[in-house]
């Protein structure tokens, strides 16, 4: 029996780092490329799948070409255990909402009938290369100018609650850290829910103007993510 638990822990040990190995010195694979109307290509690298076995992860990340010139390389999407759903599982459809915003989600044409609103705001003086937003669905939006805002249908999750992230880069390469809200559904849900994403010169900060939300240690019967007014009170910040 002794041996017989020694010969498994080293074949799953042996596993691991073959496993890893191969993860390390694979060039990254393009299992996916959405090119818009006139400017973008998008290309999903990594693993469309997650993991054969119990041990690490797998990650699908993107590469960005404007006018045919690469402008992002390697940036992260997503990761995924043995246990969770893959990216590609995640969001199986795909479509370019507009010029600059791509949309992945699951059945795509009930969300985009939705009326729930995201509305974005670069409220810096610098303009944006890219935010990745989790919103129901998975929204990636190029070239964000300063100053600026644009309003997306979102769908509303089945559940009593939604959850909002956002994280991103400027074009001068700073990051734009991730930040994540819940936001729990008011009692009566016959209004339409809006969700404010400002992006400040250090986050992106989430709000709504209709509920209250929580992060971190707090809870939604202690929000520490106030409502807010409205989207449009923000202003460019120096």
């Not at 600059?100 to 944006?128: A, H």
């Not at 449009?232 to 120096?238: E, I």
Request: net charge neutral; hydrophobic share 40%.
């Amino acid at each position: 029996m002794k041996k017989t638990l020694i010969a498994l822990i080293t074949l799953v040990l042996l596993l691991t780092l073959g496993v890893g190995a191969l993860q390390y010195f694979r060039q990254p694979h393009v299992w996916l490329s959405v090119s818009s109307p006139k400017t973008y290509m998008l290309q999903l690298t990594g693993s469309k799948s997650r993991p054969i076995l119990p041990v690490g992860e797998n990650e699908t990340r993107f590469n960005l070409f404007k006018s045919g010139q690469p402008v992002i390389r390697n940036a992260y999407v997503d990761s995924y255990d043995w246990f969770d759903p893959s990216f590609a599982e995640k969001y199986p459809e795909h479509r370019w909402v507009t010029e600059s915003v791509l949309r992945f989600g699951y059945k795509l044409s009930n969300s985009e009938l939705s009326f729930d609103e995201l509305t974005i705001s670069n409220v810096t003086k610098r303009p944006v290369q890219y935010l990745k937003l989790t919103v129901g669905d998975a929204l990636f939006v190029f070239d964000i100018p300063s100053a600026s805002k644009i309003k997306l249908p979102v769908p509303r999750p089945p559940a009593d609650q939604s959850w909002i992230a956002a994280e991103g880069m400027f074009a001068d390469g700073q990051m734009i850290p991730f930040n994540g809200v819940n936001f729990p559904f008011p009692n009566s849900r016959v209004e339409p829910l809006k969700y404010c994403v400002w992006v400040e010169e250090s986050a992106a900060r989430i709000v709504s103007p209709v509920m209250d939300g929580y992060n971190g240690d707090a809870t939604a019967e202690k929000p520490n993510i106030l409502k807010v007014e409205d989207c449009d009170l923000k202003t460019a910040q120096p």
